[in-house]
């Protein structure tokens, strides 16, 4: 491995790389450091505006919940921390220091990309949008079923290529000279980290209810994405001489040498990347732990009840597992309309409805396949009249739960209840 590397930096003298370095003048990629530092503070500008306003707008829709709060936090701490790895002075200290450039990386992909995605920033990203534009994207991405299109870029077999094969791209001799030597290539290796960190973290927050992987899987995830991250720290501080003469100058003003400073670089990126990833393999285990103990417990303790409830209510049961083929008489309702109705009256901040955008709320019970369970509510049996009912009056049937009294005029429950029987 270390001859492979000790190649790629004699390669940069080579007519090839000449060649790559009169492409990149000819495009125009030769911007300097200025410029790529405005760039990224106008770009996150424009993010953190679009972010906070909104907040502002479900702020006065619902309010902000205390899990909200935490959220959002989570995505101001992300986006600061962005700023300041890719802002002065960090970016002047790292043109010196390779070790300097290795904190870059490291609070990117260790620490904003955790916090920026656990925040679930398209929530609110959706939430500045009007009402007209969301559910106008909304139909659209149902009509041409883009899901499809945008699943690959949530497959984690993907999504670990990706950033494995990002971090040990930029970290190898050859593109990292480059990215030095070009700001705009620079700004590009940043961009990759940040982004394909953000897939990488959002493949561990996303739950399995929500078509994320398993914690025995994610657990796996993590420990591979480990190992092969962590293996360019370890060539950094074992090999037998500078593998990226790029910051000669810098640290002689620094009082370094260069085997010094890749040490510490690789020190940086060893220590700190692997307890973090030591730390989220724990957590995740222990997650699983829980998991696999409330399925051997609870349906063991829970079996006897089961039993008797099914005893005294089978012959009520018979009749309740309708189909949704078998129509209501004289019920009429418009699924298109309510899909954007849901939206308009905000349910998806309680419930996690599919194929709504911004319907990813955790206060009620997600409403997947709804159309074919058997009761509402735990007690009334699941017919369209009955839907209609619970929307329009849940406090009249369960006094003081949490489901709103909303007043919804008939006709509009009549279309949600339609979209929500197409949920089967």
């Known amino acids: 491995m270390l001859r492979i590397a000790n190649l790629d930096v004699v390669a940069l003298s080579t007519p090839g790389a000449d060649a790559i370095s009169a492409a990149l003048a000819f495009c125009g990629l030769t911007g300097s450091t200025s410029d790529g530092v405005a760039f990224s503070v106008m770009v996150l500008g424009a993010v953190t505006c679009c972010y906070t306003f909104g907040v502002f707008r479900l702020a006065h829709r619902r309010g902000v919940t205390a899990r909200d709060l935490r959220r959002i936090a989570a995505f101001l701490g992300g986006s600061a921390i962005v700023l300041a790895a890719m802002g002065p002075p960090l970016v002047a200290y790292g043109e010196q220091l390779f070790s300097m450039h ?7 992909i260790i620490a904003a990309a955790p916090l920026i995605a656990w925040s679930r920033p398209k929530v609110m990203f959706l939430r500045a949008l009007p009402k007209e534009t969301r559910a106008n994207i909304g139909r659209s991405a149902r009509r041409l079923r883009l899901d499809r299109f945008m699943r690959p870029l949530r497959d984690p077999i993907l999504v670990w290529i990706a950033f494995c094969a ?15 030597r070009y700001e ?27 078509g994320g992987p398993g914690y025995g899987a994610k657990l796996l995830f993590v420990l591979t994405a480990a190992a092969l991250t962590d293996l360019p720290g370890a060539l950094m501080v074992f090999a037998p001489r500078p593998l990226y003469p ?36 724990a957590w995740l285990f222990v997650a699983w ?31 309740c597992n309708r189909s949704r083929a078998e129509p209501i008489a004289n019920f009429n309702g418009d699924p298109e309309r309510g899909a954007t109705l849901i939206q308009k009256y905000g349910c998806g901040g309680c419930h996690d409805i599919p194929n709504i955008n911004d319907a990813e709320g955790n206060v009620g019970p997600p409403l997947s396949r709804i159309g074919n369970r058997i009761y509402i509510a735990g007690m009334l049996r699941n017919t369209p009249d009955n839907m209609l009912l619970w929307i329009r009056e849940p406090q009249r049937i369960v006094p003081g739960n949490a489901m709103p009294q909303m007043n919804i005029p008939e006709q509009d429950a009549r279309d949600i209840v339609a979209y929500l029987y197409t949920l089967n």
């Open 166 to 180: 990002g971090f040990v791209f930029w970290h190898t001799p050859g593109p990292y000279a480059l990215a030095m």
């Open 289 to 319: 732990l829980r998991e696999a103990e409330n399925r051997a417990v609870l349906p063991g303790a829970r079996s006897i009840a089961n039993v008797t409830l099914l005893l005294l209510v089978a012959p009520a049961l018979t009749g």
């Open 246 to 281: 790029e910051h000669a100058a810098g640290v002689a003003g620094w009082g370094l040498t260069l085997m010094q400073d890749q040490e510490i670089a690789g020190l940086v990126m060893w220590i700190p990347g692997g307890l973090a990833y030591l730390l989220v393999a």
């Open 102 to 108: 290795m904190i870059q990386h490291m609070m990117l």
């Open 184 to 210: 705009s290539l620079g700004l590009l290796e940043h961009i990759t980290f940040l982004l394909t960190s953000l897939a990488f973290w959002m493949v561990i927050f996303r739950s399995s209810m929500r």
